[in-house]
């Protein structure tokens, strides 16, 4: 009977990227999609990352209800820093979940940061071929295990790029070659669930755009600073090829779903070269707390040594462990200090303010100081210059108390600082600020990060949805399945 609802999703995917594509005379399949769809420009809602995009757009709620902007999560009863599913944050009801307690049959695989509880009528793979797996795949019903293995014995890149040094062209393009094969196994599992499944709705996502964007986008522009020729040769036009390969994947699973498909395409947050200061941050915030002569954090002394000490090569190894030391060391330290930095997507630094009566050991009282502790930090910060541009190294403030609406908001940060990416061709190596000095920024192992901008595509009969952040894409899906009863 094929699929009546194909959702397609592209973690990580460059709308703009797939459009020079397509007016070059590339990506037949994209374009004939996107030619006979409805289109929308999906912006992130402000500060926010890849985390927050994928989880509002299946819940339907914007991060303030949800509470999730990151995978690590500040805990203010021991601040503690916490994978988000550890956390305890509100539970997350995804339109899928919505649809399965309605009897539709869905099939849902590798949608970001989902959750992963069972499904009645349908099927839930779980990080299975997922961008940099930091938990192990999960399978509902188990079974679906053994079906996949049938594709692939274990997923090509599960150890992740960080995980040692990838130095010379030859390594870099092996590992790349392994990212691209991942496209063809998912799209052989996906066009074969499609054509046998009998499913109302089918959620098929690839992550190999947010691979390939955050470790070889700067072999696609010579003007990177971090370019380089040799590789660049053995890798031509990097992203070129992966959104190539998932153009032909696109093809296969608009053909396996049949002709009376309803088709839409997810794809974002996009990705440009990572300009961002957050290797540094919690060091640029204490400064602005304590001030510039104060004595280092311990976690900044830590990491210092730990860099003197370490060869690069082992350091590359042993970073999970060192990040664990470092962010043991910083919650000691959190409890005395007015405001502090916590991990978040790149695009954006993050701050949490030690409020009283909200974290356990607050210093800051809400009303009047709480106001004047944000103006200072708001400040503090945008005093830093970037010596490449001569200007700010912020964009924007996103003050989450004004600027996010939602009764879960104080899960989130209290500022979201937005890094100025414009006219550079090269991450921050160090930010200057005539009253709090100079910091030097750590380089990165990551080239690429996310924009703020996604894309939508939905059958033609949408055109008149208001889609504008990832939130809203759900009430068109949900509409969609509900045209015709569940075949169950």
């Given at each position: 009977?094929?699929?009546?609802?194909?959702?397609?999703?592209?973690?990580?995917?460059?709308?703009?990227?797939?459009?020079?594509?397509?007016?070059?005379?590339e990506l037949p399949h994209f374009?004939?999609?996107?030619?006979?769809?409805?289109?929308?420009?999906?912006?992130?809602?402000?500060?926010?990352?890849?985390?927050?995009?994928?989880?509002?757009?299946?819940?339907?709620?914007?991060?303030?209800?949800?509470?999730?902007?990151?995978?690590?999560?500040?805990?203010?009863?021991?601040?503690?820093?916490?994978?988000?599913?550890?956390?305890?944050?509100?539970?997350?009801?995804?339109?899928?979940?919505?649809?399965?307690?309605?009897?539709?049959?869905?099939?849902?695989?590798?949608?970001?940061?989902?959750?992963?509880?069972?499904?009645?009528?349908?099927?839930?793979?779980?990080?299975?071929?997922?961008?940099?797996?930091?938990?192990?795949?999960?399978?509902?019903?188990?079974?679906?295990?053994?079906?996949?293995?049938?594709?692939?014995?274990?997923?090509?890149?599960?150890?992740?790029?960080?995980?040692?040094?990838?130095?010379?062209?030859?390594?870099?393009?092996?590992?790349?070659?392994?990212?691209?094969?991942?496209?063809?196994?998912?799209?052989?599992?996906?066009?074969?669930?499609?054509?046998?499944?009998?499913?109302?709705?089918?959620?098929?996502?690839?992550?190999?755009?947010?691979?390939?964007?955050?470790?070889?986008?700067?072999?696609?522009?010579?003007?990177?600073?971090?370019?380089?020729?040799?590789?660049?040769?053995?890798?031509?036009?990097?992203?070129?090829?992966?959104?190539?390969?998932?153009?032909?994947?696109?093809?296969?699973?608009?053909?396996?779903?049949?002709?009376?498909?309803s088709v839409f395409v997810l794809?974002?947050?996009?990705?440009?070269?990572?300009?961002?200061?957050?290797?540094?941050?919690?060091?640029?915030?204490?400064?602005?707390?304590?001030?510039?002569?104060?004595?280092?954090?311990?976690?900044?002394?830590?990491?210092?040594?730990?860099?003197?000490?370490?060869?690069?090569?082992?350091?590359?190894?042993?970073?999970?462990?060192?990040?664990?030391?470092?962010?043991?060391?910083?919650?000691?330290?959190?409890?005395?200090?007015?405001?502090?930095?916590?991990?978040?997507?790149?695009?954006?630094?993050?701050?949490?303010?030690?409020?009283?009566?909200?974290?356990?050991?607050?210093?800051?009282?809400?009303?009047?100081?709480?106001?004047?502790?944000?103006?200072?930090?708001?400040?503090?910060?945008?005093?830093?210059?970037?010596?490449?541009?001569?200007?700010?190294?912020?964009?924007?403030?996103?003050?989450?108390?004004?600027?996010?609406?939602?009764?879960?908001?104080?899960?989130?940060?209290?500022?979201?600082?937005?890094?100025?990416?414009?006219?550079?061709?090269?991450?921050f190596g160090k930010v200057v600020?005539?009253?709090?000095?100079?910091?030097?920024?750590?380089?990165?192992?990551?080239?690429?990060?996310?924009?703020?901008?996604?894309?939508?595509?939905?059958?033609?009969?949408?055109?008149?949805?208001?889609?504008?952040?990832?939130?809203?894409?759900?009430?068109?899906?949900?509409?969609?399945?509900?045209?015709?009863?569940?075949?169950?």
């Open positions: 009977m094929g699929t009546k609802t194909l959702i397609i999703g592209l973690d990580g995917a460059d709308r703009r990227f797939i459009d020079r594509m397509i007016a070059a005379g374009k004939r999609l996107r030619d006979r769809s409805a289109t929308f420009e999906v912006e992130n809602d402000p500060g926010q990352g890849n985390v927050q995009f994928w989880t509002s757009a299946a819940a339907g709620v914007g991060p303030g209800h949800h509470g999730r902007y990151f995978y690590l999560v500040f805990n203010p009863e021991n601040y503690d820093i916490l994978l988000d599913y550890n956390s305890g944050l509100p539970q997350v009801t995804p339109f899928w979940r919505r649809l399965d307690d309605e009897g539709y049959r869905t099939g849902v695989v590798d949608w970001y940061g989902m959750p992963h509880a069972p499904l009645k009528n349908g099927i839930i793979m779980h990080r299975w071929f997922a961008q940099d797996p930091y938990t192990p795949s999960v399978f509902h019903p188990p079974e679906m295990a053994d079906v996949a293995a049938k594709y692939a014995a274990e997923d090509p890149i599960a150890e992740g790029f960080g995980s040692r040094p990838r130095e010379g062209a030859a390594a870099l393009k092996e590992f790349y070659d392994r990212i691209l094969g991942r496209i063809g196994i998912k799209a052989s599992f996906f066009a074969d669930q499609l054509r046998d499944g009998d499913f109302d709705l089918y959620v098929a996502c690839f992550s190999e755009a947010h691979n390939v964007g955050h470790y070889y986008i700067q072999y696609e522009d010579e003007k990177n600073a971090l370019y380089d020729a040799e590789t660049a040769a053995a890798i031509p036009n990097p992203l070129k090829e992966c959104y190539r390969r998932l153009d032909k994947a696109v093809g296969d699973l608009i053909a396996a779903a049949g002709p009376d498909a794809g974002g947050p996009g990705m440009e070269p990572l300009v961002s200061a957050n290797a540094a941050f919690d060091e640029i915030v204490r400064r602005v707390d304590a001030g510039v002569g104060a004595p280092l954090s311990s976690s900044e002394t830590a990491r210092r040594t730990y860099h003197s000490l370490i060869p690069k090569g082992l350091r590359n190894r042993l970073a999970p462990i060192a990040r664990l030391f470092r962010r043991r060391l910083a919650k000691n330290a959190y409890h005395g200090r007015r405001f502090f930095a916590v991990p978040h997507n790149d695009n954006s630094g993050a701050i949490r303010i030690n409020l009283k009566g909200r974290e356990k050991y607050g210093v800051v009282a809400q009303g009047n100081e709480y106001r004047s502790v944000i103006e200072e930090i708001r400040e503090g910060v945008t005093s830093f210059i970037n010596p490449a541009t001569g200007r700010s190294i912020v964009r924007r403030v996103v003050e989450t108390a004004q600027d996010i609406d939602g009764p879960n908001r104080d899960l989130l940060p209290d500022i979201f600082i937005e890094w100025d990416r414009m006219d550079t061709h090269g991450d600020s005539e009253k709090f000095g100079e910091v030097v920024v750590p380089p990165k192992t990551r080239t690429g990060d996310h924009t703020p901008f996604g894309f939508f595509w939905a059958p033609p009969a949408f055109a008149s949805a208001s889609v504008a952040k990832p939130e809203d894409v759900t009430a068109p899906i949900l509409a969609c399945v509900r045209k015709a009863p569940p075949r169950s």
